[in-house]
């Protein structure tokens, strides 16, 4: 059994996992060589040989104990006919959207948009470099997929408050997401992920509505993976309230963020917790690492624990501090 699984399904507490969100990413020099040479970010997302390269250099270099695919969760969107470009320094820009466009993809065409992924996927199932390691396929979660899809770029500024006006039409783009994202789950299992982590960035700007924007879209996504016999694990970034969400969802594991108090969840919360270290102690020294890295390793002693960030990795860390937190967590005992 891998170790993520050692932990998710025999609840071992006496070993913790380790793997980054983002580990494939900017951070890394290796990465940066090949962006260099391939401006354009969706065609590297569809180009199996060197998304392959990028998702093993993570692996090659720190031995985590999970690959996640090197892919992206605007790929859905993409693959449904939406135009998705990533801009220097802007991060993502999506096109315009019309749903009667939508309406007309049908799964094959999907299927097909994205073949490249299914195929870097089916690559990695025979890679010798992740024996005994999980494959980590992914989505974006509807809420978070929506709110791409009609705001075009990152929220961070906050939403439009008629975004979410005409109600027909959101529910029916809600009911196009949960069919092509659980076709694309379905896809990536088929051709070898291991585990599915559901990506809810921005589920913390549910204001009301939980049960139509976050429970009900997750609860679905999270009985699909489940029948389909793989442990999937969930991330909704910045919610309130992680144990009336597991009590709901059910999920196999949540990764909580920085912002929960990881003390009083391990009191109430019985399902494996992965996640929470702030990532951006990676850019501090390597003596307050320890301390904050060592705060989450003692509170979960008890606790199905996966070693994981809050959020994903920053691109300004150093590649030696992933080394001293790899050394913190696997020679804690
Ligand atoms: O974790 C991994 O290493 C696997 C690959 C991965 C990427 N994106 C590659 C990527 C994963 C799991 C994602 C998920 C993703 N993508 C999320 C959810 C997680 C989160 O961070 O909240 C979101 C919201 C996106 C959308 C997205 N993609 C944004 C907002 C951006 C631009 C901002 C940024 O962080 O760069 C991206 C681009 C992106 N996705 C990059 C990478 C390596 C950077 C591309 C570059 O080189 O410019």
Known sequence: MTPI???LINRNTKINPIWLMRQAGRYLPEFRDIRKENPDFIKLCLNPDLSEEITLQPIKRFDFDAAIIFSDILMVPYGMGQTVEFKKNLGPNLGSLEITELQKITEN???KNLAPIYKLLSNLKDSKDLKDKDIIGFVG???TLLVYMLNKVSPKKGLPSDLLKDKIFIDELLNLLDKFIKIHIENQINAGATIIQIFDSWAGLIKKDFDRFLYNPTLSLVNHVKKLGVPVI????DISDYVQFSKIVKPSMVNID????????VETLDIPIQGGLDPKFLLTEKETLKKETLKYLEIFKDHPYVFNLGHGILPETKVEMVYELIQIVRGYK
Request: net charge positive; glycine share 0%; hydrophobic share 35%.
């Open 141 to 143: 979660a509807p809420w």
């Open 258 to 265: 920085y912002n929960i108090d990881a003390k009083s969840l």
């Open 109 to 111: 065409s999907f299927k």
């Open 234 to 237: 969930c991330f909704p970034r």
């Open 5 to 7: 699984k050692e932990c």
